[in-house]
């Protein structure tokens, strides 16, 4: 049997395996673009730690949407020197 771990999920009490992600909590919600553990954003794929509160943070929220184009600037960055290595990438106006 796994360890067991209890985290604050949207302020409730929740036994969780140790070594479970956010996107083993909110995986099923498509809106949750990364959590808050214990007042910090983190990404979703990275293990709670035990103790800690847990809350999704959806794309309909100010953080959520920032996070989701900082991803998706990383994304074009990508694509435009795949297309074209010699790209000089800038950052900011």
Known sequence: ???QITL????????VAAGTTGTDLFGSRREVVVVRVD???RDLHLPLPAGASVEPVTIDSPEGLEVLRHSAAHVLAQAVQE???????????
Do not use: R, Y
């Open 1 to 3: 049997m796994s360890e």
């Open 8 to 15: 604050t999920v949207d302020g409730e009490p929740t036994q």
């Open 39 to 41: 007042g910090e954003l």
């Open 83 to 93: 297309v074209d290595p010699d790209a000089k990438l800038g950052i900011g106006p």
